[in-house]
């Protein structure tokens, strides 16, 4: 197997594995910039190989979340004076990178480093220690939770703007996703639809 049975989105996706993509947003330039290091002839400049051509990443990003529904994010929107440019898994991405990236590493001859996962570890216990987590596990629903423990969990306030929530959400989802916590993603899934007016607000 070689880089040729790969897709860009292949490489994509594990360029966004291997820069932390399950546990926070990660900038299209960075992710243009791995790209190039693990495939320099797809990701480069045609005139000018010894450059990383953002566009075939960016490409490649945007049919992953909209064909595929393996990733959420956007590439170079701005809004007002912060740049919400950024890429992050959903659970159905890291259940498909790690059902991939074997896969993907043979084809492209070299294993990288696996991400360090002390950081991640503690993140998911703070969230599955959090008093809404308790209460759910306790009552087995997500009724009687109040909205700022919700906020809390995700560690926003109840005037965070819609844009953020959602954002935290798909964070804490990815976290979930990657370290296989159903319950938590369950959770997750029960609270949207309780909060949905403040997510969407």
Same mark, same amino acid.
């Given at each position: 197997m070689s880089n040729e049975e790969l897709t860009n989105v @292949?490489?994509?996706l594990y360029s966004l594995y291997l820069l932390g993509g399950s546990r926070r947003k990660i900038f299209t330039e960075d992710i243009a910039k791995k790209c190039f290091e693990l495939a320099q002839d797809r990701f480069s400049w045609r005139r000018y190989p010894e450059y990383p051509d953002i566009e075939p990443a960016r /490409?490649?990003?945007m049919e992953a979340r909209n064909q595929k529904d393996l990733i959420s994010g956007r590439a170079g929107e701005v809004k007002g004076t912060k740049p919400s440019d950024g890429w992050i898994f959903s659970p159905e991405g890291v259940f498909w990178i790690e059902k991939n990236k074997s896969r993907i590493e043979k084809a492209l001859g070299k294993k990288q480093k696996p991400i360090k996962r002390t950081e991640l570890s503690k993140k998911i216990a703070e969230l599955e220690s959090s008093?809404?987590?308790l209460e759910f596990l306790k009552e087995k629903t997500c009724n009687n939770i109040k909205a700022y423990e919700f906020t809390d969990f995700l560690n926003v306030s109840l @005037?965070?703007?819609s844009s953020v929530i /959602?954002?935290?959400i798909q964070t804490v989802k990815a976290l979930a996703a990657s370290e296989k916590r159903e319950k938590l993603l369950t959770f997750i899934a029960?609270?949207?639809k309780n909060f949905s007016k403040l997510i969407n607000n």
């Open positions: @292949d490489i994509v /490409k490649s990003l008093s809404a987590f @005037d965070t703007p /959602k954002s935290r029960l609270c949207e």
